[in-house]
């Protein structure tokens, strides 16, 4: 009923930028919170940054002053901006979203596929 749709991901050189988009589609009464997390291989996965639907914004320690979250509620997408990217933002992204369906009063967390990013030279 619902898809989270993420692009953007790929392969930068250190010092690089990256903007990831993750549009959501469905059967979408409202969009609440909308969060970025990511992991790498054999770690658990966290959280990035957040913004909920009056766009208050929350981020990680580690992105602080480096990611920039934002969402454009007319279509339902919430952005990732990755600047003075390092070899340790390396891992596969996941956007997701805390969403309510027509007819029903319940929010559920949807998931996007994960997108990778690496940083190498």
């Known amino acids: 009923q619902v898809q989270l749709v993420e692009s953007g991901g790929g392969l930068v050189q250190p010092g690089g930028s990256l903007r990831l988009s993750c549009a959501a589609s469905g059967s979408i009464s409202s969009i609440n919170a909308m969060a970025w997390y990511r992991q790498v291989l054999g770690n658990q996965r966290e959280l990035v940054a957040l913004?909920?639907?009056?766009?208050?914004?929350n981020y990680a320690d580690s992105v602080k002053g480096q990611f920039t979250i934002s969402r454009d509620n007319a279509k339902n997408t919430v952005y990732l901006q990755m600047n003075s990217l390092k070899p340790e933002d390396t891992a596969v992204y996941y956007c997701s979203a805390d969403i309510k369906l027509y007819g029903s009063s319940l929010l559920y967390r949807y998931w996007g596929q994960g997108t990778q990013v690496t940083i190498s030279s």
């Open positions: 913004i909920t639907s009056g766009g208050s914004t």
